[in-house]
């Protein structure tokens, strides 16, 4: 597994070449992801599914500002998973790995119906990582916290990266 994300986030590093801000963006959503992962005790499959995923969720934004000028999560769930299915593919990755992580790129924006572990720690870590990056204050974190974070482990790093406990 180790060997297959290791590749996947040297692609993405040089995919994202450039834009030093997008790429410490998944590096910090991927490590928040994985610690969160094995704290929660996912099963290998998941685990590595989890971790491709958060190294490749933002995969789309090139493309949306390319195409549209703009970046919103839509766009990002909508071009995204085609360009993380083919760096999958060309890494050889697992066919239902890939098929997870796709889904999981096409829509990691979308709070209603979280469907798997994966998907709710993918959102949370991401959401550690914006709330910071976005500047977000006190009440902002504490409403993400009570609507979006459910694992034990996302919500113990919540409380205390941002001094909520």
Do not use: W
């Amino acid at each position: 597994m180790q060997t297959n994300i290791m590749e996947l986030m040297e692609a993405m590093i040089d995919y994202d070449k450039g834009d030093a801000r997008r790429t410490q963006h998944f590096l910090k959503v991927h490590q928040l992801a994985r610690f969160i992962g094995i704290k929660e005790r996912l099963d290998s499959d998941t685990q590595t599914a989890l971790e491709a995923a958060a190294l490749v969720h933002d995969i789309g934004i090139h493309l949306a500002e390319e195409q549209f000028g703009r970046c919103d999560g839509k766009l990002q769930e909508a071009l995204g998973p085609e360009p993380a299915r083919q760096m999958l593919q060309r890494l050889q990755f697992d066919p239902a790995i890939i098929e997870r992580v796709c889904y999981l790129v096409g829509h990691h924006h979308t709070y209603s119906q979280i469907d798997g572990l994966d998907y709710q720690i993918l959102v949370e870590a991401d959401f550690l990582v914006n709330l910071y990056e976005d500047g977000c204050g006190r009440a902002a974190v504490q409403a993400a916290y009570e609507n979006i974070f459910r694992t034990e482990s996302g919500r113990k790093v919540c409380e205390t990266m941002y001094g909520l406990c």
